[in-house]
C-alpha cells in the first residue's frame, strides 16, 4: 500500500489496544458515523490508532449503526512522539477553548494543562471535553499520540513545583510590560529541548502572578507583537512560532548540528 | 488620559468620518450592546475609530436601548496601517472561516482574499459577513485599520494578474510534495516587503492548479511542519510566522539594517 492511499484512509482514534487480528467493537458514536455519515461498507479499511500502539490497519467485518466491528489487521506505521512542548494557559469559554485545544494538538503539543489564576473565568474543567477535542484533531492531522492532560492546579503551585529543565515561554499581552519582552525568536536554542508555553487569562495576570512569574528561574517572557491578541490567537501563534524554530517542523540546519558538537 | 485607562475603553468601528464635535449615531446593535450589555450611562467614554481617521475619544450623549449618540470629542491616536501583507485562501466552512478571518486581522493581514478553486467546497462569500467579523476583531485587538477584501476570483485569474513585486507564500499542505518545500524562515528577507500568503482548500489544490503555481514567478512553497494542518490552523500558523520573522511584530534588529544599506 503506497503513502497516498494510505494517508487517504479514515483515521480512527480507539481506546483499547491494537495488536494483530485483535476484533475492536466501535462506540456507538463511531460505528453512526462511519456506517450513516461516510457510509462505510464491510471490508472497507480504516487506520486505527490509540496513542501508544502505533497505527494499524483495519477493516470493517460486521456494519450496524450502534455497533460496528473492525478486525485488526497489520501495524501500518510505528508509534511517535510529538515535540516535548506544554502549552499551559488558563481556560477560556467553550468555543474558543475547544478551538485552542484543536489547534494545539494539530500543532503538536505534547502536554494540554488548563490552570487556575485569579482573573480566570472559567471555574471548572470538563476533561472529556479537552480529550474529545484532541482526539477529533489528532484524527485530523495525523499524528499517532495524544497529547497528556495536566491537573487543573493554581499558577502558585504550578511555579512552586517547576521541573528545573524545562523553560517556561510566557507570552506577555499587557501593552506596557510587552514592549520589555523579547520577542520568541531570541531564545536561547539551548533552553528550549524542553519547553512550555503559558497563555494567561484575557484580562491578564494579577500584579501578584506578574511577580511571580517575573521572578521564576526558568521564566522567559517574550512579545507577539504589538496588537493585544486574544488568549486562543495568542497561543497558536506561540506555538506555531515555538515549532518553526525550535520544534519538529522542520530538521535541524546543519549550522545547528555544528553548535550542538562545539 | 494615560495610556493604561485608555486601553480600557470600549472601543468601537463606526462607518462614518470621525472629526471633534461631531454627533455620531450608534446603529441599533452598537447601542443595544452598549446601553443593554455593558450598561453604559450618558457620560461614559469611548474609544471610536472608522480605519482611516485615527482613534477619537466619543463621550455618550442620550443612551437609548434602539439608538445612542456618541459626541466626538478630540482625536486621541493617529491612524495606523498595519503590515502590507495579504491572507488569499480558499473558503472553508461557517465556524471555521469565520474563525480565520478574525485570527487574520488579530494578526494584522491588510487584505483578505477569497478565491475559488476546484476543489473549493464553498460557492458563494458574504462579505458582510466577513466585515462583521474583521470588526470584532478589529475592535479587540485595537488595531485602527480594517484589511480590504478582495474580490472572490478563481485562482487562475489571480496568478495571471499578479503584482510583480509581491511575494506569493505557498503552503504546501500535500505531504509528498511539503517534504520538498522549505522552511519559511529560509524566505530571503528582501522579498517579503510585500507579501501574500495562500492557503489552499482542505482538498488540496488540484494537478492543473499545483501545475501552475509551481511555474509561477513569484510563488514560494513553503512547509508548515510534519502534521497536516486544517486550513485555518495553517492560515493563522503561517501569518504568525510571517509576522514574527519579517512582519511588524519587533523592531528590526540592527544587523538588519545595516544588510538594507548594503
Known amino acids: 500500500m503506497d503513502v497516498d492511499s494510505r494517508l487517504n484512509m479514515t483515521r480512527l482514534f480507539v481506546d483499547c489496544a491494537l495488536m494483530d487480528h485483535a476484533l475492536i467493537e466501535l462506540n456507538s458514536g463511531q460505528s453512526h458515523y462511519l456506517s450513516s455519515v461516510l457510509r462505510k461498507k464491510n471490508g472497507a479499511e480504516l487506520l486505527l490508532f490509540n496513542g501508544r500502539d502505533g497505527g494499524f490497519l483495519g477493516v470493517i467485518e460486521t456494519t450496524g449503526k450502534r455497533s460496528l466491528l473492525v478486525r485488526c489487521k497489520h501495524k501500518l506505521l510505528s508509534q511517535t512522539r510529538s515535540s516535548d512542548l506544554w502549552l499551559i494557559f488558563v481556560p477560556i469559554k467553550r468555543t474558543r477553548m475547544d478551538f485552542m485545544v484543536q489547534k ?3 500543532l ?5 494543562w488548563p490552570i487556575i ?7 471548572q474543567i470538563r476533561e472529556h471535553k479537552l480529550r474529545a477535542n484532541m482526539i477529533e484533531a489528532a484524527e485530523q492531522t495525523e499524528r499517532l499520540d495524544l497529547p497528556e492532560i495536566g491537573k487543573f492546579t493554581p499558577l502558585q503551585i504550578v511555579l512552586d513545583n517547576w521541573p528545573k529543565d524545562r523553560v ?20 536561547n536554542r539551548k533552553l528550549t529541548k524542553k519547553a512550555a508555553i503559558l497563555i494567561g487569562p484575557e484580562g491578564g495576570f494579577s500584579a501578584l502572578e506578574r511577580e511571580q512569574l517575573q521572578v521564576h528561574p526558568m521564566c522567559e517572557n517574550i512579545s ?3 496588537r493585544i491578541l486574544r488568549s486562543d490567537t495568542a497561543a497558536i501563534a506561540a506555538l ?3 515549532q518553526s524554530n525550535f520544534g519538529d517542523w522542520y530538521k535541524t540546519p546543519e549550522f545547528l548540528n555544528d553548535e550542538k558538537q562545539n
Open 108 to 112: 503538536g503539543v505534547s502536554k494540554i
Open 117 to 123: 489564576s485569579k482573573f480566570g473565568q472559567v471555574k
Open 240 to 242: 506555531s512560532i515555538f
Open 224 to 226: 507577539l507583537g504589538p
Open 104 to 106: 494545539a494538538t494539530e
Open 168 to 187: 517556561l515561554v510566557v507570552c506577555n499581552e499587557t501593552k506596557s510590560e510587552a514592549g520589555n519582552a523579547h520577542s520568541m525568536l531570541h531564545l
